[in-house]
């Protein structure tokens, strides 16, 4: 078995044939994974709704989406979200802003930021020194996302 599996099914129950013990708990943990409340926060239209709808087609069902970082902090004043999903655009500043008044606010929330593939480098200080934030190259999000949500949720 693989940590996945391993860190969700806990003990097995001994009168349980192994293949469908596994297939349970993979089942079950996979639930628990789309339960996540996930904030969006993207300023192009077009790439804020396929951002949503990705996660929607994913099977997460409480997922909502905003324009920008003082429209999310709203949105977290009003509601739970523990996992907020933001681009990372420039300057850098009103990010890094952004997830020290969310760390206030709420300190167990996640953050995933989506960076551009030339601003890599000057992202690599900053994971270097992150806990709860996490970031991931924009134009790959369809491949990292789900990773990065379910490494959260097992951790």
Known sequence: LGQFEIGCMGKLAGSV?????VRGARK???E???RQSILIIEPNEQI?????NF???????????????PAALNKVCQSEYEVTVADAGRPLG???QFAADLAVMKPGAKIIFMINA???QSWDQIASESVRVRFLIKTDFAR???YLLEEWAHP
């Open 28 to 30: 079950r943990c996979m």
């Open 144 to 146: 990292n996302l789900l």
């Open 17 to 21: 044939p192994r293949a469908v013990a």
């Open 55 to 69: 996660l929607l087609s994913a099977g997460y069902d409480d997922v909502t989406a905003t324009d920008s970082l």
């Open 48 to 52: 804020r709704e396929e951002i949503v």
């Open 94 to 96: 009103a990010e890094l």
């Open 32 to 34: 628990i994974d789309k």
């Open 118 to 120: 030339e601003d890599q």
